[in-house]
């Protein structure tokens, strides 16, 4: 979803027996929406308008879609399209190698040495 087109109105309908999140900016979509089959249209005038993701999150919590089906229409809306977090590849593992220290160090007394 990366636009930035604002929408006025959101609601759901059902269409071959499947609901969906629907919008548009303006609540005569209905008679567009019943022509075209759909059944159950719910659409609210929301006052604004909103993204697509804040309309869906906005009719969320309105009486209109407090039914499971509407509810579980719009959260899973949110779900599928709410963008996800980026995950950092996989590095690969970094392997180790072994360091020997020296066998024997020689230590010379410096007479000049500020130590």
Do not use: C
């Not at 609901?19 to 008679?31: E, G, H, L, T």
């Not at 209109?64 to 590095?91: L, M, R, V, W």
């Not at 970094?94 to 230590?107: G, I, L």
């Amino acid at each position: 979803m990366a636009t930035d087109k604002t929408f006025s109105v959101a609601g759901i309908s059902k269409l071959n027996g499947d609901y969906k999140v629907r919008f548009a900016n303006d609540i005569m979509r209905i008679k567009v929406l019943a022509k075209s089959g759909h059944e159950d249209i719910r659409l609210a005038d929301l006052e604004g308008e909103f993204t697509k993701m804040d309309a869906a999150k906005l009719i969320l919590g309105m009486d209109e879609f407090a039914d499971a089906i509407a509810q579980s229409t719009i959260t899973e809306y949110i779900e599928d399209n709410t963008p996800k977090a980026k995950t950092a590849p996989a590095k690969a593992p970094v392997k180790a190698k072994a360091v020997k220290a020296p066998a024997k160090v020689a230590v010379t007394e410096n007479e000049d040495a500020p130590f």
